[in-house]
């Protein structure tokens, strides 16, 4: 009889054991991702008795999307990024002011406006651009997950530059959407999983700069047209996309606010169920906002834009081409309805400095072009760590009152 208890209390402790350590993948299995279990002692006068209570209630799932502008590859910038000593190219040292800014990003999407077509083919800046394949690593390096290459610079090198651009990004392991070798890898939605949010990535742009696509391969970039605009979204929701983000490459040069055609146009994203839309193409800031539209039926569906976030990085002196964005849009999926929406969205403002301002125009010294983080340099120099003169210290002020001006105020829905 003893030996019977015993082995009884033995199969409750162990199945005691297996059901603490099975309840929660057991709960995941049935949707409960975040399931805590916790034991309670209920102490009486009699005897202390274990409960077991689990904690089921569903949880919300946060994701972030970092994201930047046009990596525009000027001969100024790869000349400067040229090491005669190894005749290698390092473009790093210009983002050393703003690379803690993508550490914490669940994923950093950017623009590559130029082709890496190789040395072989010569290296150039405008009006055909041909950068350092170096660029590719190097951004990689800084925290970049996804560059779009869709963009009027996709054919400078024609259809082998466009392969050439693609090899050399899957060399240095960032994926890429907008353009394609084959229309196998057209027709294929890039999906990222953000913190358990399935995620769309898409890019679009107006033109080639009036390169035609190659005969046979009408396939290799993706013009912006609405029916095949449409097609891709309709294909990464029945692929199961929570979320759909999509790079445009839109709007007027050198404009910063934007045009009829970028409004109508994030309309019908909106109204098609994009939550994210990332602008480039006009060298410039311009807005950003949480745009709502209103459906036939009445109901409303909204998204978040910003129309254009200027040059990551040029050699460009047109007025307003040295500000640029660093873009942190911060999404939610409900943990009850699994409805996924745009929490909130900022930026750091960036200014693209040229040391040789004030100095030879064809100054070749070392770090020539720097990213700086303006909002710092202003925090900084006003706290009294000596880093930065009364010069660059008024820079920052004036670059930073005509960034905000142009993007406008950060976004919350807490608001």
């Known amino acids: ?28 299995l049935l949707g409960f991702k975040n399931a805590n279990i916790e034991h309670i002692s209920d102490n009486t006068s009699d005897s202390t008795q274990n409960i077991l209570k689990v904690d089921i209630s569903p949880k919300n799932s946060y994701a972030n999307i970092v994201a930047i502008g046009d990596t525009l590859c000027h001969s100024q910038n790869f000349k400067d990024a040229y090491d005669s000593s190894t005749g290698l190219y390092d473009f790093s040292p210009m983002f050393k002011y703003v690379s803690k800014y993508f550490e914490n990003a669940t994923v950093c999407v950017g623009n590559l406006e130029a082709t890496l077509a190789g040395a072989q083919r010569g290296y150039s800046g405008y009006p055909t651009f041909n950068t350092p394949e170096a660029l590719a690593t190097d951004l990689k390096e800084l925290g970049l997950d996804i560059m779009t290459t869709a963009n009027n610079h996709s054919l400078d090198m024609g259809f082998s530059g466009l392969t050439s651009t693609l090899n050399y990004l ?25 913190n358990g949010i399935k995620t769309a990535f898409l890019a679009f742009t107006y033109g080639t700069n009036g390169i035609p ?72 800031l311009e807005p950003m906002e ?9 109901t409303t569906k909204s998204g978040f834009v910003i129309y254009s976030m200027g040059n990551f990085f040029s050699a460009q002196t047109f007025p307003n081409t040295r500000n640029t964005v660093i873009v942190d849009v911060k999404v939610c999926k409900d943990g009850s309805t699994h409805k996924v929406s745009v929490d909130s969205a900022n930026y750091v403002p960036v200014y693209v400095y040229d040391n040789s301002f004030g100095q030879n125009p064809n100054y070749n010294g070392k770090d020539r072009y720097e990213l700086l983080d303006i909002e710092t340099i202003i925090k900084e120099y006003e706290s009294g760590l000596g880093n930065w003169n009364e010069a660059m210290y008024n820079l920052a002020k004036t670059e930073l009152e005509r960034t905000q001006n142009i993007v406008g105020p950060e976004i919350s829905n807490n608001n």
């Open 170 to 194: 899957d060399d240095a392991k960032l994926e890429h959407t907008g353009s394609a070798r084959t229309a196998e890898e057209q027709n294929k939605i890039l999906f990222k999983d953000l």
């Open 1 to 28: 009889m003893k030996k019977n208890i015993i082995l009884k209390i033995i199969f409750i402790t162990i199945l005691a054991i297996l059901l603490i350590f099975t309840i929660p993948k057991l709960l995941s």
């Open 290 to 298: 949480m745009k709502t539209v209103t459906m036939d039926d009445g």
């Open 213 to 284: 696509l190659p005969a046979g391969k009408e396939f290799c970039v993706n013009l912006i047209d609405k029916n095949s605009i449409k097609n891709k979204i309709d294909a990464a929701k029945a692929e199961g996309a929570e979320l759909i983000c999509v790079s445009m490459h839109w709007g007027d040069e050198y404009h910063i606010v934007p045009n009829s055609t970028q409004e109508d146009l994030a309309k019908f994203l909106i109204e098609n169920d994009v939550q994210v839309i990332l602008g480039c193409h006009p060298h410039v």
